[in-house]
């Protein structure tokens, strides 16, 4: 474990700076009586309670909480609702139907509005073409699609029948895809012929088939392909497995009653990386993780669904985009919109013009696109008209302060209170931010655990630590939108999150509180790297690398970069008699390998060949000694090595002697 982390550049930048709550954001807040933190730590099961009430309940609950061992939470459970109702239908029955939910804009610059009344329609369609094919509630379906209207409808058709879905990002490769459906053992794959990304078309289809094939010889529980046309690009449709989603539609009723379900009834798995080279299927459920979502929607975001105009630019294939693009907006009953492409494309002003165009109010996004915005420079952004935005986001890894002010001076324009909002995959929503109407920000600073939520900072045994040490931050009482599972595996959600601390939560990340009590992530404290705010993990990229039949051994650490956060670097030791790659050309080849293997976004950004990699006597490899190396400072204590040398070696290669 790397525990080194008592200090961290961020904070003695970030020290000085402090913007308390203009008056005129304060005075229309949704949250404006700080005394919201005492009374929800008075009774917080009443407090969670009370905005559980906020959503439709077919049948209300009468159990808030219930805990059968720490890593066993149920939240509501006699209560039964419809996740797709709470979404859609009840926005149309309280009058809302007119109300645009989605403003779509494609990469191409194609559009469409999508009014709450028309997204029941497609909700209830496509239900109804779910059930003909198969889906029944608890069955799983894989959803690999691009950013387009037909993906959110996907995810609410399938909630609307009690089963689940796993969203796999459009980026990830057939291996990847391949991995995800067999272990939920989806039967249904839902994807598009094509997404456009960079000017270019993804052939997301093509994936699938590619995915599929590598299962041959062995079952498959995959018995249909729904297919989206999206950009027209030729695929091959394979009958009777796969089916056009356009054409099927059409011929399915436009009305389906929803069933009502229980409050634990799962709504979602969702693959991230852990300290293996398995990812982990985090499964959340329904009720608890629909509160959760939508309540921070109203706190943290201070939505006014009436007049603002919402965007979150995460993709739905990660837990933003399923919390803050899917569940949280349209619980609220949102405007929001929907962007397919990337933000350079046709170039880098494209953000910003959609900012102008559709009027956006709430912009949320990740540091790794503030730098980028930073680097192009401020002109760029400058030439938009962004006065209608009165909220900025922020969220996936800390926010170095010179973007922070970046953000809150081109982009904001000095009015917009920025919200950081500190979250995982696994605990579904948004854990600790600030509340625009009362916090005073602290630019790099997720500021403070949200009402009901507590936060501690414990050291390796589980105690308390005094402010402003560094230490492990857990969640130390459960919340709403908790994980209940890791699917398929219960024993490694168990020593993952529950088994350090007993009764509390370990989030795998590194943090301190300073004095006034403000919170200070330090980054993750396991193998598990952060590339653009996306989790990868070290092992599942080595896991890759060996795969290749020139490799020997490998080790991938992840470095700082100034775009990306961080950036995977690995050391790779060939096999000494393969004749594959010569080792001039095996950078190039193997960080293509692992492209393809797990998806472009986990491409090595540096890859060493090596003759040895430095390891303890009993043959632990010493990744702190090549984090030291990359990172060009002196090596430390080495006396735990097996051979001295083998670091002096790639040192030396390093700096290029
Ligand atoms: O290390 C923390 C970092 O991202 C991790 C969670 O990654 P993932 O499950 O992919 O979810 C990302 C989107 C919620 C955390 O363990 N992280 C996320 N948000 C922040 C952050 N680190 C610092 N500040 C944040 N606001």
């Not at 270019?200 to 088939?209: E, H, S």
């Not at 929001?336 to 910003?352: A, H, L």
């Not at 102008?356 to 938009?384: C, D, F, N, S």
């Not at 990868?536 to 795969?547: D, K, M, Q, R």
């Amino acid at each position: 474990m790397n525990l080194n982390i008592e200090s961290h550049p961020l904070h003695d930048a970030a020290a000085e700076l402090s913007y308390p709550p203009s008056e005129e954001f304060a005075r229309q807040a949704n949250v404006q009586d700080p005394g919201i933190y005492r009374a929800a730590a008075a009774d917080p099961l009443e407090y969670w309670a009370e905005e559980a009430r906020q959503l439709h309940w077919h049948k209300p609950f009468t159990e808030v909480f219930y805990r059968d061992k720490p890593h066993q939470n149920e939240w509501f459970r006699d209560g039964e609702l419809n996740i797709a109702f709470n979404c859609v239908d009840r926005h149309v029955l309280a009058g809302l139907g007119d109300r645009t939910a989605l403003l779509f804009e494609g990469e191409p610059g194609d559009t469409r509005s999508i009014s709450y009344r028309e997204l029941h329609v497609e909700v209830q369609r496509a239900a109804n073409m779910l059930a003909a094919l198969g889906v029944r509630q608890g069955d799983r379906v894989a959803i690999y699609m691009p950013m387009i209207p037909e993906t959110v409808v996907a995810m609410l058709a399938v909630a609307r029948l009690g089963a689940i879905h796993s969203v796999v990002f459009g980026g990830f490769s057939a291996e990847s895809l391949r991995a995800r459906i067999n272990d939920a053992g989806a039967k249904l794959v839902i994807t598009a012929d094509g997404g456009n990304r960079k000017g270019r078309i993804t052939k997301l289809k093509d994936t699938v088939d590619a995915a599929l094939r590598l299962d041959a010889g062995e079952p498959s529980p995959v018995e249909h392909v729904l297919v989206v046309k999206r950009c027209g690009n030729e695929v091959t449709m394979q009958e009777p497995r796969d089916l056009w989603w356009d054409e099927e539609i059409m011929t399915y009723d436009a009305e389906h009653r929803p069933q009502a379900f229980a409050a634990e009834n799962p709504l979602f798995i969702l693959y991230t990386s852990g300290t293996t080279g398995k990812p982990k299927g985090i499964l959340h459920t329904s009720g608890g993780y629909l509160t959760q979502a939508a309540s921070t929607m109203r706190g943290v975001f201070d939505l006014k669904p009436e007049t603002d105009i919402y965007w979150c630019t995460a993709d739905v294939g990660w837990i933003t985009g399923h919390s803050y693009v899917v569940y949280g907006p349209l619980a609220n009953g949102a405007t929001q919109v929907i962007y397919e492409g990337s933000p350079d494309t046709p170039d880098w002003s494209r953000w910003w013009q959609i900012v102008e165009k559709y009027g956006v109010t709430i912009l949320y996004t990740a540091p790794t696109a503030i730098r980028a915005a930073m680097r192009i420079g401020r002109q760029v952004a400058q030439q938009h008209d962004l006065s209608s935005l009165r909220l900025l986001g922020s969220v996936g890894e800390p926010i170095n302060p010179e973007a922070w002010r970046w953000y809150y001076e081109v982009i904001g324009g000095h009015r917009c209170p920025i919200v950081d909002t500190w979250w995982q995959t696994e605990t579904g929503a948004i854990m600790a931010a600030p509340l625009p109407g009362i916090t005073t920000l602290r630019p790099g600073s997720a500021q403070r655990a949200l009402p009901g939520i507590y936060l501690e900072v414990l050291d390796d045994a589980g105690e308390s630590m005094d402010p402003p040490t560094g230490g492990l931050l857990a969640a130390v009482t459960p919340w709403p939108s908790m994980a209940r599972t890791i699917w398929g595996d219960d024993q490694r959600f168990v020593e993952t999150y529950w088994e350090r601390f007993g009764d509390a939560y370990f989030t795998g990340d590194g943090a301190r509180f300073d004095e006034e009590g403000n919170l200070w992530l330090l980054g993750r404290v396991d193998d598990v790297l952060n590339v653009s705010g996306h989790r990868l993990s070290t092992a599942e990229i080595e896991s890759a690398l060996v795969e290749h039949h020139a490799v020997a051994e490998a080790a991938v650490i992840g470095v700082p970069d100034e775009a990306t956060g961080e950036a995977v670097a690995a050391f790779v030791i060939l096999k000494t008699q393969q004749q594959l790659v010569t080792p001039e050309d095996a950078p190039r080849q193997l960080t293509q390998f692992v492209a393809e293997q797990i998806g472009a976004i986990a491409r090595p950004k540096q890859l060493l060949i090596v003759p040895e990699l430095p390891k303890t006597r009993s043959g632990k490899i010493m990744r702190r000694l090549l984090r030291d190396a990359a990172a060009g400072k002196s090596i430390g204590d080495t006396t735990t090595l097996a051979d001295t040398t083998v670091i002096q070696v790639i040192t030396d290669q390093i700096s290029g002697r």
